[in-house]
């Protein structure tokens, strides 16, 4: 198809995807002419993740890019570009190194031991989660690490089963890989949205019997 | 203390602290001479909230001044605080109310329904997890609703549970209200990046088997 008709069934202007062809993050198309090249139905795939990850996922144009060229390195071993997308998708989380990550760090590795999960790849989730603690430590909430940080991890185990479990079952490499990006990130936004949902829920239940607030 | 005090405290700098003070985001100090004016430890935990808002939680400057406006409503029922709190914090997602949309919308009612769920409020929640619904099934992902879906809610009622807990132990009015903003903009970024960890050891776990890929 020519890039309007790819404009049209994406839904995005044709502006934007000659900015994604500069960038590199769509391949190029089959040259017709030239002034001219037509697009498959992979260009309208690797579209719409490109607007997934940017919209749903906030995630920005640059990171887009480091994602998507570890998803096109075939000669990548697969866990390894599995970590490479799940770390570019982390947040980070900027805190200083003292003795308050020191004691947020143990933390974090203790329940990560306690449950006997003993990779040590994703560093930089493990960075991010660092930095939170800190940060609600500073903003005064010290005892979310032993009130809180257990049941996260706890719920979350059953989150990631599905998740690789969904990913997996995609068929090949390539649509496995596919998988984890789309997965991971309209994941969270999902996972960000019920929990807004559960909270309202518990809140009514528990406000009811608190009308004077 | 002096703003230069403040900002040596907060690790911000001081034309950024004046540029919250412009933008309403921290309530003016105490004027002790025509240039000069006098913070208190309000100031400096204020502005610990709006930098963990931002850097943390990625939250664009004017959310959080809408956010920090119904924290500071002291008319405003907690419920209802409550309500715009989590509302302003959720990621509005794109999405055509077509067919597709309705489908979404139904699966997410069911998973409610089933748990005996009957809050109406939190609609942006809802919007934000069917637009993510949308978004899977234009990728492709059309079963995540039935596979997935029940577990992400089965999982998150125990963190919502820890969350209100949490929020409503943190004392009178004004710290609940500081609580639900902190510990849900914060709670996000914990839980995505303890799936991460998750994610990276299920895998781990599963390609142990599967070193050909």
């Given at each position: 198809?020519?890039?309007?008709?790819?404009?049209?069934?994406?839904?995005?202007?044709?502006?934007?995807?000659?900015?994604?062809?500069?960038?590199?993050?769509?391949?190029?198309?089959?040259?017709?002419?030239?002034?001219?090249?037509?697009?498959?139905?992979?260009?309208?795939?690797?579209?719409?993740?490109?607007r997934?990850?940017?919209?749903?996922?906030?995630?920005?144009?640059?990171t887009?890019s480091?994602?998507l060229?570890a998803v096109?390195?075939?000669?990548?071993?697969?866990?390894?570009?599995?970590?490479?997308?799940?770390?570019?998708?982390?947040t980070?989380?900027?805190?200083?190194?003292?003795?308050?990550?020191?004691?947020?760090?143990?933390?974090?590795?203790?329940?990560?031991d306690?449950?006997?999960?003993?990779?040590?790849?994703s560093?930089?989730a493990?960075?991010?989660?660092?930095?939170?603690?800190v940060?609600l430590?500073?903003?005064?909430?010290?005892?979310?690490?032993?009130?809180?940080?257990p049941?996260?991890?706890?719920?979350?185990r059953?989150?990631?089963?599905?998740?690789?479990?969904?990913?997996?079952?995609?068929?090949?490499?390539d649509?496995?890989?596919?998988?984890?990006?789309?997965?991971?990130?309209?994941?969270?936004?999902?996972?960000?949205?019920i929990?807004?949902?559960?909270?309202?829920?518990v809140s009514?239940?528990?406000?009811?019997s608190r009308?004077?607030?």
């Amino acid at each position: 198809m020519r890039i309007s008709e790819l404009s049209e069934r994406s839904g995005i202007a044709v502006a934007t995807i000659k900015y994604y062809l500069r960038e590199g993050l769509l391949p190029a198309g089959e040259r017709t002419s030239p002034n001219q090249a037509s697009y498959g139905e992979d260009h309208l795939r690797r579209l719409r993740l490109i607007r997934a990850l940017i919209e749903v996922g906030g995630i920005p144009v640059a990171t887009v890019s480091d994602v998507l060229a570890a998803v096109d390195s075939p000669e990548m071993p697969l866990f390894h570009v599995l970590g490479v997308a799940q770390d570019s998708l982390s947040t980070p989380v900027p805190a200083a190194h003292d003795a308050e990550w020191d004691r947020a760090y143990a933390a974090v590795c203790a329940e990560m031991d306690r449950r006997g999960w003993d990779m040590k790849p994703s560093p930089q989730a493990i960075d991010t989660l660092t930095g939170v603690i800190v940060r609600l430590a500073q903003l005064g909430y010290r005892d979310w690490a032993t009130t809180t940080l257990p049941t996260y991890f706890d719920s979350t185990r059953a989150v990631a089963e599905t998740d690789v479990a969904a990913a997996l079952s995609a068929g090949g490499r390539d649509d496995i890989i596919d998988a984890v990006v789309v997965l991971t990130v309209l994941g969270d936004t999902a996972l960000a949205a019920i929990r807004r949902i559960a909270q309202a829920q518990v809140s009514l239940e528990r406000l009811r019997s608190r009308e004077d607030m």
